[in-house]
């Protein structure tokens, strides 16, 4: 019994943020060439221009997955995918007490901030009017 079954090999690229992520991919590319069916599998960087005609699917703040979709490609439904992505991203996903705690814990940091900004500029002051 044979499957009568068109496989297409499309080309992938990988938008690595970091050297190390880049450095993983490239040593392991022919695997990944394999296992993910690829035609071809090329690692870009943020410096390059995101390729057109692709879906894409972020993995985590290191890597974005870039798929060659050619004539399959709904724009619509893309971004549809990408607001569900973001709208997992926004919801809260720990207890109140500990988001409250982290809201504290963020605007005493931002107050600090706003503190050493303000000695910075009066130190600045001082030494230019010396």
Known sequence: MGYDVFVFRRPAFLLCRSDLVAEIISSHQLEI???????????????????????????????SVYLELQGTLSP????????????????????PHIHQENVAKLS???????????????????????
């Open 76 to 95: 619509e439904a893309e971004l549809e995918k990408i607001r569900k992505k973001m709208d997992e991203i926004r919801k809260e996903k720990v207890p």
């Open 108 to 130: 005493s940091l931002m107050q600090e901030v706003l503190s050493l900004e303000e000695a910075g500029q009066h130190i600045e002051a001082q030494a230019s009017e010396k």
């Open 33 to 63: 060439i394999t296992l993910a069916n690829l035609s071809t599998l090329r690692v870009i960087g943020e410096n390059d221009a995101a390729p057109g005609g692709c879906a894409v699917s972020v993995v985590n703040e290191n890597l």
